[in-house]
């Protein structure tokens, strides 16, 4: 479906939430997210779209503000629709609060919803991995403790200490299934003397070790630890640099730039080969929404963005424990 033709009205808000106490990975420290909040309007129809400014990608508030905004007047113009979007604005995070919230308007003008649309089959939940902010190991323990319950945990690391904290998480939570994102805090010879002492703690997965700018290093190098691409991985045009390199790619909405190549992505690295993990910004529900469509049946997920936060949209995503329900209509799709 497309809606090219008919005019429609844009508006751009910017939202802050809370996080539930200081979330912390190698590169910084936040108490609060800033996200942008974009709806389309054509009549009583309203479709709604987030996204999350990414400053390690050259993103600001401003700047993404300002690239949705500029595409006010085709809107209007009837001029604009999903599919010339994606050659008019490049992956990122304007484009993705464009595309969902074109998604979502499509869904609410035909009556069907986005996984219809998309031919999809209905979705079903997922159980989402729980990030442990990077800490000293004495409070990731006792963050491990609370929450040993989850299948899953994410560890956030980045250097010096680490292995420390992994042993101290694998103390607190013996039984959970465990992945650890370095941020691109490591260095290659990091990897090579981690990664046998990680497999022996149980860890299924390392994201992003290495910068992404010095991961050829990881070209011809024995991984006896799957990789996971993050900042190196952005949209289809990236899956070409990342063969030989990883084993997996962490898809996000904010770097595909939308639903839209987010599942074209899916369905080009499974034929590559690679394993696929779905993941997010912290961000709202909103956020959340349509990136638990990708999630459908990926070996790795993800989507605890709203579970980091002290406040969420209105009519929030439901999660029990780490399994993650659809979004209700009302909030999107």
């Given at each position: 479906?497309?809606?090219?033709?008919?005019?429609?009205?844009?508006?751009?808000?910017?939202?802050?939430?809370?996080?539930?106490?200081?979330?912390?990975?190698?590169?910084?420290?936040?108490?609060?997210?800033?996200?942008?909040?974009?709806?389309?309007?054509?009549?009583?129809?309203?479709?709604?779209?987030?996204?999350?400014?990414?400053?390690?990608?050259?993103?600001?508030?401003?700047?993404?503000?300002?690239?949705?905004?500029?595409f006010?007047?085709?809107?209007?113009?009837?001029?604009?629709?999903?599919?010339a979007?994606?050659?008019?604005?490049?992956?990122?995070?304007?484009?993705?609060?464009?595309?969902?919230?074109?998604?979502?308007?499509?869904?609410?003008?035909?009556?069907?919803?986005?996984?219809?649309l998309?031919?999809?089959?209905?979705?079903?939940?997922?159980?989402?991995?729980?990030?442990?902010?990077?800490?000293?190991?004495?409070?990731?323990?006792?963050?491990?403790?609370?929450?040993?319950?989850?299948?899953?945990?994410?560890?956030?690391?980045?250097?010096?200490?680490?292995?420390?904290?992994?042993?101290?998480?694998?103390?607190?939570?013996?039984?959970?299934?465990?992945?650890?994102?370095?941020?691109e805090?490591?260095?290659?010879?990091?990897?090579?003397?981690?990664?046998?002492?990680?497999?022996?703690?149980?860890?299924?997965?390392?994201?992003?070790?290495?910068?992404?700018?010095?991961d050829?290093?990881?070209?011809?190098?024995?991984?006896?630890?799957?990789?996971?691409?993050?900042?190196?991985?952005?949209?289809?045009?990236?899956?070409?640099?990342?063969?030989?390199?990883y084993?997996?790619?962490?898809?996000k909405?904010?770097?595909?730039?939308?639903?839209?190549?987010?599942?074209?992505?899916?369905?080009?690295?499974?034929?590559q080969?690679?394993?696929?993990?779905?993941?997010?910004?912290?961000?709202?529900?909103?956020?959340?929404?349509?990136?638990?469509?990708?999630?459908?049946?990926?070996?790795f997920?993800?989507?605890d963005?709203?579970?980091?936060?002290?406040e969420?949209?209105?009519?929030?995503?439901?999660?029990?424990?780490?399994?993650?329900?659809?979004?209700?209509?009302?909030?999107?799709?």
């Amino acid at each position: 479906m497309s809606d090219k033709g008919a005019a429609i009205q844009l508006t751009v808000s910017r939202d802050r939430f809370a996080t539930d106490g200081t979330f912390t990975i190698s590169r910084g420290s936040r108490t609060e997210v800033n996200v942008v909040t974009v709806s389309l309007q054509i009549g009583d129809h309203i479709g709604m779209g987030e996204c999350v400014p990414y400053a390690r990608y050259g993103e600001s508030m401003d700047s993404v503000c300002e690239q949705i905004k500029a595409f006010s007047g085709v809107l209007a113009a009837g001029e604009m629709d999903r599919m010339a979007l994606q050659d008019a604005l490049a992956p990122g995070a304007a484009r993705n609060a464009l595309d969902c919230a074109f998604w979502d308007l499509e869904a609410k003008c035909s009556g069907k919803p986005v996984w219809e649309l998309a031919g999809l089959p209905k979705p079903e939940p997922v159980t989402t991995a729980f990030t442990l902010s990077l800490d000293t190991p004495e409070n990731m323990l006792a963050a491990a403790r609370k929450n040993a319950f989850r299948p899953l945990l994410k560890l956030k690391l980045g250097g010096e200490g680490d292995l420390e904290r992994l042993t101290a998480v694998r103390t607190g939570a013996p039984d959970c299934r465990l992945i650890v994102d370095a941020n691109e805090g490591w260095t290659g010879e990091d990897y090579d003397n981690l990664a046998p002492r990680m497999l022996e703690l149980g860890v299924a997965l390392v994201e992003q070790p290495l910068p992404a700018g010095s991961d050829d290093a990881l070209n011809g190098r024995a991984r006896p630890l799957p990789v996971c691409a993050d900042e190196a991985c952005h949209d289809r045009n990236s899956l070409a640099s990342l063969a030989g390199r990883y084993d997996v790619i962490n898809i996000k909405l904010d770097k595909t730039g939308g639903l839209t190549e987010a599942l074209a992505m899916r369905t080009a690295a499974r034929a590559q080969g690679f394993g696929i993990m779905v993941g997010c910004m912290v961000g709202s529900s909103l956020a959340m929404a349509p990136a638990h469509l990708v999630a459908q049946s990926v070996e790795f997920v993800d989507l605890d963005g709203p579970l980091l936060l002290a406040e969420d949209r209105e009519l929030a995503i439901r999660y029990e424990g780490s399994k993650m329900y659809g979004p209700t209509a009302a909030l999107w799709g």
